[in-house]
């Protein structure tokens, strides 16, 4: 497991409640109840019992519990014992498998959902193979006798009731799943089918909206398939309807979504428990595409659903198409041969590669400190800062915004967003003229004014307080008065967590000094993958190569029950209670 060593009150107050209720609490029932539940604060599925840890790296408040067997079979056995402990199918609030994955009840529950909504719809179909290769053909064509990977993708997608295309920048997944859905709009002849768009925030679903409406353009779509092709696109979230009351969603499976054909765009960000929560919602015979990047950073929130399901080893229970070819970059393209090495692992050859100077593509400036950093980074967004907030209309203001942004890893510190959304605005305010626009973005939802964190904005300042714009999805602008806001923070530096779902023209990241918690090999390969034409790096070489190495391991067992079809030599699963949503990605 990753993350800080320090069991939190709640995990410890959770352990001692654990074993205050168990009639017969053996040896280790404390350090499981703790670490579980530590595991699922860090954005792990579960804890392996295989994966004792350094007991004394967990400084505690009280005198620590005494510590389990070392031997994780003795664990295992001991944990049996326990009345809190049961088996898969177990109603009891820990629960473990077979391979000694030690699971909150809650956890379990929400993976056995995924497992169960993915497998039931994983078989073949024999509805559309009459015809099928013709009308591949029209939409696919075969050029030169190449293996075309989006057409592998949309037999799949046409033959199963559930499919993942999965692929890096650029790869043409919405053109892929664009071309999909017209096949399945002509195969189903009349009525149309009901087909939905969803995305785990709202600046992803304007995204897919636009790639949607931009892919409907291809020759092969008839007019009467374009009218059909949905243009709207929902956050996940809001598709599903939160309850105000009670906290749940309004569709569950006692109120199942009518859509026909679900597609999910950037699904790396979706975690387990929304994961469990879409697949309880759908009808049994509904369609599911998911399109996401497996590299990119996994959701906020526990698990690495995505990931998980494109394990190599599933290839052949669940469809999966990686789609390799990048219509984007081309061979000499440094941020695709800085992408690629950073998912390979080789922080050495990547950092070799960043300070080359053999691509224009890629910048590498090493990192100054102190003083000399606030002035050299204040020298260098001066001009793009202005350009945001001197700009003559929102929409210019905006495409401004678009065209450059500073990511950094951290939040706080001298290199965090916070201190550098400080030195933009002080490089705004020390010129000498009034800027008109700031930059914003959403860091809470507001279902009514149908804004979402992570989605950025405009505010052109007034007298009155304000006039806010964001885009909308008919590519055209909206407006409203600035104190309607949800909380919003300044955007001119974001998170890259808060990046994802987002794509700039120049991206400028900034690397902390000293490798930290959340620095690792999928957060750089988002940061690059973020930049369309150019992205320059300042860091140290030391901290670059770390973060390259360091790959971020969320324990699961989705993968091995997905793998092994879902039969774990578990009992049967009991199910109760409906999946509940915690907070929307951001």
């Given at each position: 497991?990753?993350?800080?060593?320090?069991?939190?009150?709640?995990?410890?107050?959770?352990?001692?409640?654990?074993?205050?209720?168990?009639?017969?609490?053996?040896?280790?029932?404390?350090?499981?109840?703790?670490?579980?539940?530590?595991?699922?604060?860090?954005?792990?599925?579960?804890?392996?019992?295989?994966?004792?840890?350094?007991?004394?790296?967990?400084?505690?408040?009280?005198?620590?519990?005494?510590?389990?067997?070392?031997?994780?079979?003795?664990?295992?056995?001991?944990?049996?014992?326990?009345?809190?402990?049961?088996?898969?199918?177990?109603?009891?609030?820990?629960?473990?498998?077979?391979?000694?994955?030690?699971?909150?009840?809650?956890?379990?529950?929400?993976?056995?959902?995924?497992?169960?909504?993915?497998l039931s719809r994983s078989h073949h179909l024999m509805a559309h193979e009459a015809g099928l290769e013709e009308a591949l053909d029209r939409y696919f064509p075969v050029q030169n006798g190449d293996v075309d990977l989006q057409r592998s993708a949309a037999r799949m997608a046409l033959?199963?009731?559930?499919?993942?295309?999965?692929?890096?920048?650029?790869?043409?997944?919405?053109?892929?799943?664009?071309?999909?859905?017209?096949?399945?709009?002509?195969?189903?002849?009349?009525?149309?089918?009901?087909?939905?768009?969803?995305?785990?925030?709202?600046?992803?679903?304007?995204?897919?909206?636009?790639?949607?409406?931009?892919?409907?353009?291809?020759?092969?779509?008839?007019?009467?398939?374009?009218?059909?092709?949905?243009?709207?696109?929902?956050?996940?979230?809001?598709?599903?309807?939160?309850?105000?009351?009670?906290?749940?969603?309004?569709?569950?499976?006692?109120?199942?979504?009518?859509?026909?054909?679900?597609?999910?765009?950037?699904?790396?960000?979706?975690?387990?428990?929304?994961?469990?929560?879409?697949?309880?919602?759908?009808?049994?015979?509904?369609?599911?595409?998911?399109?996401?990047?497996?590299?990119?950073?996994?959701?906020?929130?526990?698990?690495?659903?995505?990931?998980?399901?494109?394990?190599?080893?599933?290839?052949?229970?669940?469809?999966?198409?990686?789609?390799?070819?990048?219509?984007?970059?081309?061979?000499?393209?440094?941020?695709?041969?800085?992408?690629?090495?950073?998912?390979?692992?080789?922080?050495?050859?990547?950092?070799?590669?960043?300070?080359?100077?053999?691509?224009?593509?890629?910048?590498?400036?090493?990192?100054?400190?102190?003083?000399?950093?606030?002035?050299?980074?204040?020298?260098?967004?001066?001009?793009?800062?202005?350009?945001?907030?001197?700009?003559?209309?929102?929409?210019?203001?905006?495409?401004?915004?678009?065209?450059?942004?500073?990511?950094?890893?951290?939040?706080?510190?001298?290199?965090?967003?916070?201190?550098?959304?400080?030195?933009?605005?002080?490089?705004?305010?020390?010129?000498?003229?009034?800027?008109?626009?700031?930059?914003?973005?959403?860091?809470?939802?507001?279902?009514?004014?149908?804004?979402?964190?992570?989605?950025?904005?405009?505010?052109?300042?007034?007298?009155?307080?304000?006039?806010?714009?964001?885009?909308?999805?008919?590519?055209?602008?909206?407006?409203?008065?600035?104190?309607?806001?949800?909380?919003?923070?300044?955007?001119?530096?974001?998170?890259?967590?808060?990046?994802?779902?987002?794509?700039?023209?120049?991206?400028?990241?900034?690397?902390?000094?000293?490798?930290?918690?959340?620095?690792?090999?999928?957060?750089?390969?988002?940061?690059?993958?973020?930049?369309?034409?150019?992205?320059?790096?300042?860091?140290?070489?030391?901290?670059?190569?770390?973060?390259?190495?360091?790959?971020?391991?969320?324990?699961?067992?989705?993968?091995?029950?997905?793998?092994?079809?879902?039969?774990?030599?578990?009992?049967?699963?009991?199910?109760?209670?409906?999946?509940?949503?915690?907070?929307?990605?951001?």
């Amino acid at each position: 497991m990753t993350g800080t060593t320090r069991l939190s009150n709640l995990d410890t107050h959770f352990a001692d409640f654990i074993v205050r209720i168990d009639r017969n609490p053996g040896s280790g029932l404390w350090w499981g109840a703790a670490l579980a539940s530590y595991a699922a604060r860090h954005g792990h599925s579960c804890f392996n019992l295989c994966d004792a840890p350094d007991y004394s790296a967990f400084p505690l408040l009280h005198a620590p519990q005494k510590q389990p067997p070392s031997d994780t079979i003795l664990w295992q056995e001991s944990l049996k014992q326990c009345d809190t402990v049961g088996s898969p199918g177990e109603y009891t609030p820990l629960v473990l498998d077979q391979a000694g994955r030690l699971y909150l009840h809650r956890c379990w529950g929400y993976e056995q959902q995924v497992t169960t909504g993915i497998l039931s719809r994983s078989h073949h179909l024999m509805a559309h193979e009459a015809g099928l290769e013709e009308a591949l053909d029209r939409y696919f064509p075969v050029q030169n006798g190449d293996v075309d990977l989006q057409r592998s993708a949309a037999r799949m997608a046409l033959t199963r009731r559930f499919s993942i295309i999965s692929g890096g920048p650029g790869t043409g997944k919405t053109a892929t799943v664009a071309r999909i859905l017209a096949l399945l709009l002509e195969m189903a002849g009349d009525p149309p089918p009901e087909i939905v768009l969803a995305a785990p925030t709202g600046k992803a679903a304007l995204r897919l909206h636009q790639s949607i409406m931009h892919a409907a353009d291809h020759p092969a779509l008839s007019d009467e398939i374009r009218e059909n092709m949905p243009t709207a696109v929902s956050t996940i979230h809001r598709m599903l309807g939160v309850h105000a009351r009670n906290g749940g969603f309004r569709h569950n499976r006692d109120k199942r979504l009518t859509c026909d054909i679900l597609v999910v765009d950037e699904a790396s960000m979706v975690d387990l428990q929304l994961m469990a929560a879409l697949m309880e919602a759908l009808r049994d015979d509904a369609r599911v595409i998911l399109l996401g990047d497996r590299n990119q950073l996994a959701s906020v929130e526990a698990g690495a659903v995505l990931a998980d399901i494109c394990d190599g080893t599933l290839q052949a229970a669940v469809p999966v198409t990686q789609l390799t070819k990048s219509y984007r970059f081309g061979e000499q393209s440094g941020i695709a041969a800085l992408s690629l090495l950073i998912n390979s692992g080789k922080g050495a050859a990547a950092a070799a590669l960043a300070q080359s100077g053999e691509f224009p593509d890629v910048v590498w400036r090493r990192l100054p400190t102190g003083k000399a950093f606030d002035e050299a980074f204040t020298a260098a967004v001066r001009n793009d800062c202005l350009c945001c907030t001197k700009a003559e209309s929102p929409a210019e203001a905006l495409a401004k915004l678009n065209s450059f942004r500073v990511l950094s890893p951290l939040r706080s510190g001298p290199y965090g967003i916070e201190n550098l959304n400080r030195l933009c605005l002080s490089a705004v305010k020390s010129d000498a003229t009034t800027a008109r626009m700031m930059p914003v973005m959403i860091s809470g939802n507001n279902y009514e004014l149908g804004l979402f964190n992570g989605d950025t904005g405009v505010v052109v300042e007034s007298g009155g307080g304000g006039t806010a714009w964001f885009e909308n999805q008919e590519g055209g602008l909206r407006h409203l008065s600035a104190i309607r806001l949800p909380p919003v923070e300044t955007a001119f530096a974001v998170t890259v967590h808060k990046s994802q779902g987002s794509e700039f023209d120049r991206v400028l990241l900034i690397l902390p000094d000293r490798l930290s918690d959340v620095l690792c090999r999928e957060l750089l390969y988002t940061a690059v993958t973020r930049a369309r034409r150019s992205i320059e790096i300042w860091g140290s070489e030391e901290v670059f190569c770390q973060a390259v190495e360091k790959r971020t391991i969320r324990t699961s067992g989705l993968a091995d029950r997905l793998a092994a079809g879902g039969h774990t030599n578990d009992p049967e699963t009991v199910l109760t209670g409906a999946v509940r949503p915690e907070k929307e990605p951001s």
